[in-house]
């Protein structure tokens, strides 16, 4: 029911370059990526 979220989620992160293929050696480098790209959506969707 909730699969539209996901789907459109992704295709906002498949905007940023970096990661659109995961090139980091750490996880954690990975996920910290993810979290700023994910930020930065939040923030232009509530300007």
Do not use: C, V
Not at 15 to 20: A, I, P, Q, T, V
Not at 37 to 47: E, F, K, Q, S
């Amino acid at each position: 029911p909730k699969r539209w979220i996901i789907e459109r989620t992704f295709s906002w992160l498949s905007g940023w370059r970096r990661l659109s293929r995961d090139y980091e050696r750490h996880t954690d480098s990975s996920e910290t990526m993810i979290q700023a790209a994910l930020l930065r959506i939040a923030l232009n969707r509530l300007a």
